[in-house]
């Protein structure tokens, strides 16, 4: 595999190795200088088509961290926004020599075309496409980074397997995702991953947030929050944004009101004491504090949601050394 | 890995025993310790795969050698992957464990030990590492199997054997803790066997 589009795409094995290869980066980045000279003399463009922070800094840092060159093209302000065609951006960064895009888009699929269509390098020099997120489709690494984060809690220290849980599956352990799951590609990449990796997912929303066809997802559906955290005692609990921007008609479309939402599905006080006592409490960012996570909920020694971001650094320097380090005539990049 | 189970039979001809190379590592700790006079100050680390356990025996002798020297404060390893100059060249490789001694490196003196030291690359890279990790007083060298056929000018500090090997043959340090039995093994001399890239 030379690209990594969907967590669909990643076996067992394949995740496992990704997973252990960031627990070494992690380590590293415990030292005083973190920088390592791996993928010096590389080049990977950040091609953003869609407003991102978190998640543009992340692969920035890893890929400077791992002494590569990082090119930042987002749409704005760029030529895209005088109308140049995903084709045309395609052949230019081709010519400029990038060995890896990031590319995240608001069309889902984006990062499949750009990998497939052969606008991006040649059969001597390939150029790994990783999907930063890609419509309602597939957040890959984000799903990896959230496995990583629950496998060192729940694995590595609780679990008694020590070392953080390398070479470790995530079997018998209990996920709930809540929230907006019908415009959440975080959602559909965890389904799949977690799913691989031997966890059981369940999805809780109000009928209105989930897909059409989620029945044929690898996972159970609730529509009751508390009766699934009292009732299935979930070993994680990850609360998914309330996408307002993605709600065509405004928030009124989807959900009678904010704060009905918030009462029915938000992680509030009550709900946090309502969890096991190992349970550990994740989201992907950025809050909406008070809509779909309390303030309490958000800042209490539950929350794992800071050591995400670090880890989401971790993951993405393993994801761009397996894509990356390898010959690239060697058939042997086995991610 | 045949833990525990007989060794499966090797073309080759086996140039050190198990007695053999217990005696090399004794030597080896004892010139170690004469070296740095007195082992209070050194830092063992083995570089993956083989070069952990042999740092392991190192310190046992050490600390038998010198009742100052505590094995635990004073064993790592270090996992040189990430710093080598010919990822590009081969498939991906899988990253291992760094682990120092909880005081660090800093001051110290560093033995880096291997198991066979050949074009130098391995401990050109390891150099870079150790730079990354802190600032040694001295960084040593010691390997079980010297086999000549330098690309860097690297020498090694403390040699268990010389052995003098054409570029085209392999040779293969067996240890208890990994494959079961301590022999060093010597193969493809007619060249059949392009050897380990190291």
């Known amino acids: 595999m030379r690209h990594l589009l969907s967590a669909a795409d990643l076996s067992r094995e394949d995740a496992i190795r990704l997973l252990d290869t960031a627990a070494q980066m992690a380590a590293t980045q415990s030292r005083e200088i973190k920088k390592l000279p791996t993928l010096r003399g590389r080049t990977v463009v950040n091609l953003f088509f869609e407003d991102s922070t978190r998640t543009r800094i992340s692969f920035e840092t890893a890929a400077k961290r791992l002494s590569a060159d990082v090119i930042n093209f987002s749409a704005k302000g760029s030529s895209v926004s005088k109308g140049e065609s995903l084709k045309d951006t395609a052949l230019t960064l081709h010519s400029m020599g990038a060995d890896a895009v990031v590319v995240r888009h608001w069309a889902s699929g984006a990062p499949y075309q750009l990998a497939h269509s052969g606008w991006l390098g040649t059969v001597d020099s390939p150029v790994a496409v990783l999907n930063a997120g890609d419509g309602t489709h597939q957040h890959p690494t984000q799903a990896l980074l959230d496995a990583f984060t629950i496998r060192r809690h729940l694995v590595g220290r609780a679990g008694g397997a020590g070392r953080d849980g390398v070479g470790k599956d995530l079997t018998g352990l209990k996920v709930a995702i809540v929230g907006d799951v019908l415009h959440s590609r975080v959602a559909r990449s965890n389904v799949n991953l977690l799913h691989t990796l031997g966890a059981e997912v369940t999805l809780v929303a109000p009928p209105t947030l989930l897909p059409v066809g989620v029945e044929s997802w690898t996972c159970a559906t609730s529509y009751d929050l508390d009766a699934t955290l009292t009732g299935w005692c979930p070993d994680a609990v990850m609360m998914l944004r309330v996408q307002r921007e993605r709600m065509s008609g405004g928030s009124g479309a989807f959900l009678p009101s904010p704060q009905e939402y918030s009462r029915r599905y938000g992680l509030d006080k009550r709900r946090l004491g309502a969890l096991p006592d190992h349970a550990i409490v994740m989201h992907p960012g950025p809050m909406n504090r008070g809509l779909e996570i309390s303030a309490q909920a958000a800042d209490s020694d539950r929350s794992v949601i800071v050591?995400?971001?670090?880890?989401?650094?971790?993951?993405?320097?393993?994801?761009?050394?397996?894509?990356?380090?390898?010959?690239?005539?060697?058939?042997?990049t086995s991610l | 890995m045949n833990f525990g189970l007989p060794a499966e039979p090797e073309l080759g001809t086996t140039v050190l025993g198990p007695d053999d190379i217990q005696r090399a590592l004794t030597r080896i700790a004892h010139e170690i310790v004469e070296r740095a006079k007195g082992a209070a100050d050194v830092v063992l680390l083995g570089v993956p795969t083989r070069g952990v356990p042999l740092a392991q025996r190192l310190a046992q002798r050490l600390a038998a050698i010198d009742a100052g020297f505590d094995p635990a404060a004073a064993l790592g390893e270090l996992d040189v992957t990430m710093y080598r100059d010919d990822l590009h060249r081969n498939p991906t490789r899988t990253i291992g464990v760094t682990r120092l001694p909880a005081s660090g490196i800093d001051g110290r003196v560093v033995v880096l030990v291997d198991d066979v030291l050949f074009s130098g690359r391995t401990i050109r890279a390891a150099l870079d590492a150790i730079s990354d990790l802190g600032r040694p007083r001295a960084v040593r060298l010691a390997c079980l199997v010297d086999r000549g056929h330098r690309e860097l000018p690297i020498r090694p500090d403390f040699v268990g054997k010389n052995l003098p090997t054409s570029a085209a043959e392999h040779v293969q340090v067996r240890l208890a803790e990994i494959d079961g039995e301590d022999a060093v093994v010597i193969s493809g001399r007619g060249g059949v066997d392009a050897g380990e890239e190291r």
């Open chain 1, 307 to 332: 050591e995400q971001v670090a880890n989401g650094v971790a993951v993405r320097m393993a994801a761009l050394y397996l894509l990356l380090a390898g010959g690239s005539s060697a058939e042997g």
